[in-house]
């Protein structure tokens, strides 16, 4: 899939998927959700607010308990999309 396409299906939300060569190689299931106010991605039960869709990559943010923000980039090359999540 193209970058473009991936971006697209992102946008939308509610969507599974995996990160090629994520914690030593080995994929992780995460989930992408979307609403009005933003987006965040999620694994187990830690997540990432979503700051920006680049034309490469999704920047990604959080805040630890002292409020030091951390930041981190997915390359949509490195995305596998499983499956969208039906709206409930």
């Given at each position: 899939?193209e970058?473009?396409?991936i ?14 060569g ?13 609403s009005d106010?933003g ?6 039960l ?8 680049g034309s490469?990559?999704?920047t990604?943010?959080?805040f ?5 923000r951390?930041i981190g980039k ?9 499956e ?5």
């Amino acid at each position: 899939m193209e970058n473009k396409q991936i971006k697209k299906i992102l946008k939308e939300g509610n969507v599974k998927f995996t990160i090629e060569g994520y914690k030593n190689g080995r994929n992780k299931l995460t989930t992408f959700s979307m609403s009005d106010k933003g987006g965040s991605v999620w694994n187990s039960l830690r997540g990432m607010n979503v700051g920006k869709f680049g034309s490469k990559y999704i920047t990604l943010y959080s805040f630890d308990m002292l409020g030091t923000r951390t930041i981190g980039k997915i390359k949509y090359s490195d995305i596998k999309i499983i499956e969208k999540i039906p709206y409930v």
